[in-house]
C-alpha cells in the first residue's frame, strides 16, 4: 500500500508543479520568462500524464493478478 501512497504523491507534485509554471506564466512580464515557464509546464504536465498511465496500468496489472488468484 505505501507504494501507492508514493505514486499519488508524485502525480500530485508533478500537477502542482505544472500549476505553478503555469501560473508563472501567466505573471511574467518578460517573453523570454512567459516562454521559460510554459516549456516547464508542458514538461511537468508530460511527467503527470506518465505518472498517471504508469498508476492505470499497475491497477489493472494488479486487478488482473487478483482475479487469477481467486479463480
Known sequence: MAGAVIRNTNLEFFTARADQAR??????TLDHVR????????A?????AKAARSEKLRA?????????VTT
Do not use: D, G, M, T
Open 35 to 42: 516562454e521559460r515557464c510554459r516549456r516547464s509546464e508542458e
Open 44 to 48: 511537468w504536465n508530460a511527467l503527470a
Open 60 to 68: 489493472e496489472e494488479a486487478l488482473r493478478k487478483s482475479q487469477q
Open 23 to 28: 501560473a508563472e506564466a501567466e505573471a511574467a
